[in-house]
């Protein structure tokens, strides 16, 4: 995919050049200025950040939506904050794990020094000791240019915290689930990257014996602005429950795939405007690949939390792929379905045989093969596999499917009747970090 | 009291099935399904039974109103 094409309104996060290039310390001073130290660092400062991104509103970016206060308060002690062999481990997530998504790379390419000052911000606010900046280990462009960036930091930012703090660049193996916070921090800690069965959310995962929040990069680059600018002046821009931009990733059928930063709350019609439309549009996958399909019709609701929910569907992690008329949605969900598998940790047996079992009745189903109880296997499977997972990997193929049943409907009658699609062998349209077998050129 | 599964935990031995039949079926690749997160008083002694009996400790029971409990680290370490 081209990762890195982005002219854009309003640039806040990107800049009006949008990204590209290297990290350059001056460049990103002279646009927004050194934080605000008076009130950073000064004694009340850790409140009044706290405070600010409470009033900002803003949520997180890296797909659950989650209000970015709550998610700090889970760590956040008050006072002289925690014991010094207590402190906790900040994780900024860049491993950007949806292969349809290239925001995070274009964020650390275009505005990696954002990302660091949210780092060092939230990391002061938590009076943690560590950052730990997870990378993908396949992307070794984005680890050289966040390690350039460290770099240009050692001398060029004055000390502006206190107590002493390490940051570290940590390469991971990038799996789709790898990017799940707890199977993050235990792939952080040397243990095999799977998501953790979590009761109960609120208690703060640990590393050792210290507390550890992970942020996604493109929330704590935002932590970045509001420290500057204000809430005041974050929430001029966006949907009322979640404001601000978006850094939405266009991909599919589309002339310019990239990505674009929008205000939240912008049309889908209208983003995946800027990349060109090719041809009609059928439909739109919407969030990532356990988002869901919107139909052409959907494609005037506006991408904020409220208006998704509303047609099913969520923001994710900024993932928009279109479909144009004629191609085969069930081909394309069926290949979905068998990577989703494939990158399935593993662990939960629903999830570990529910998801090739999902992805088999995809493949019959897109190949045509008549069978009378498909239809209604593959909605009990979907059903079957939901919440059943120690994380919601499972729960978003059954999301994902399910729309794609209702969008693909017209398509899917005639499929199970025997008789395809002519394009349902035709090259697929979306990105996938892995080859996917799924029928493609099968008799 | 409330029952769940560890779903990370559950290898599909099934032995809780047998022994809360009232409450655990099996899905078609033999993982439990819980019909109801809450333990009926009547079913409480075979609720605890079933507990025990699991070999992967998969299965959680709590006299709260919520699993407020994280798991105990399963003792998995590289050789």
């Known amino acids: 995919m081209t990762v890195l094409a982005t002219t854009l309104h309003p640039g806040r996060l990107l800049g009006p050049e949008g990204a590209g290039g290297r990290p350059d310390l001056a460049r990103h001073l002279a646009t927004h200025g050194p934080l605000p130290a008076a009130e950073l660092w000064g004694p009340n400062g850790r409140q009044w950040l706290l405070h600010e991104v409470q009033r900002s509103g803003l949520t997180g970016r890296g797909g659950a939506g989650f209000p970015t206060h709550l998610k700090l308060r889970t760590v956040y002690r008050d006072g002289a904050g925690y014991r010094d062999g207590a402190r906790p481990t900040l994780i900024v997530n860049a491993m950007e794990g949806e ?40 992307r070794r462009t984005m680890a050289a240019q966040l390690a350039e960036a460290l770099a240009q930091r050692a001398s060029g930012v004055p000390a ?57 990069a493109e929330t704590l680059a935002n932590v970045a602005l509001i420290a500057r600018y204000g809430a005041d002046w974050f929430r001029q821009l966006g949907a009322v429950e979640a404001p601000g931009t978006c850094l ?20 889908i019609s209208q983003i995946i405007g800027l990349a060109g439309e090719l041809g009609t549009t059928q439909a739109v996958l919407v969030g990532g690949y356990g988002g869901s399909w919107l139909p052409a019709a959907g494609a005037a609701t506006a991408y904020a939390p409220a208006a998704l929910r509303r047609v099913g569907a969520t923001m994710g992690a900024g993932v928009l792929v279109v479909l144009r008329a004629g191609a085969c949605g069930l081909r394309e969900t069926a290949r979905i379905a068998r990577f989703m598998a494939a990158e399935s940790a593993g662990q939960c047996g629903p999830c570990l045989f529910g998801l090739p079992a999902l992805a088999d009745d995809l493949e019959l189903l897109a190949d045509g093969a008549a069978s009378p109880d498909l ?21 978003g193929v059954a999301r994902l499917v ?28 979306l990105q996938f970090s892995r080859p996917v077998d799924s029928g493609q050129g099968r008799r | 009291m409330k029952i769940a599964v560890d779903p990370a935990a559950c290898d599909g031995f099934g032995f809780c099935a047998g022994i809360l039949a009232g409450l655990v079926s099996l899905d078609e690749w033999g993982f439990p399904l819980l019909s109801q997160a809450s333990v009926p008083d009547e079913l409480r002694a075979a609720a605890r ?12 029971l709590s006299e709260d109103r919520r699993l407020t409990e994280d798991r105990p680290r399963r003792r998995r370490r590289a050789a």
Do not use: M
């Open chain 1, 99 to 138: 292969p349809a998504s290239a925001k995070d790379r274009a964020l650390v390419g275009g505005a990696p020094h954002l990302v660091l000052d949210g780092a060092d911000i939230v990391a002061a606010v938590l009076g943690a000791s560590r950052i730990l900046i997870c990378v993908a280990d396949d």
């Open chain 1, 160 to 216: 502006q915290t206190a107590a002493h703090v390490d940051r570290t660049i940590v390469t991971l193996p990038g799996r789709y689930t790898a990017g799940e916070e707890s199977a993050l921090v235990a792939s952080a800690s040397g243990r095999p990257g799977v998501p953790a069965f979590r009761p109960d959310k609120s208690r703060p995962l640990t590393l050792g014996r210290r507390p550890v929040l992970v942020h996604n």
């Open chain 1, 248 to 267: 939405a990733t266009v991909s599919g059928d589309v002339e310019r795939a990239g990505v674009f930063e929008v205000e939240t709350g912008t049309p």
């Open chain 1, 375 to 395: 239809w209604g296997r593959i909605v009990s499977r979907s059903a079957l596999v939901t919440g059943r997972g120690a994380c919601r990997h499972p729960d």
């Open chain 1, 402 to 429: 399910s729309s794609a049943l209702d969008v693909f409907a017209v398509d899917g009658h005639a499929h199970a009747r025997g008789r395809p699609c002519p394009a349902s062998h035709a090259p697929t349209v």
């Open chain 2, 49 to 60: 039974q079933a507990v025990k009996c699991c070999p992967r400790r998969a299965l959680l």
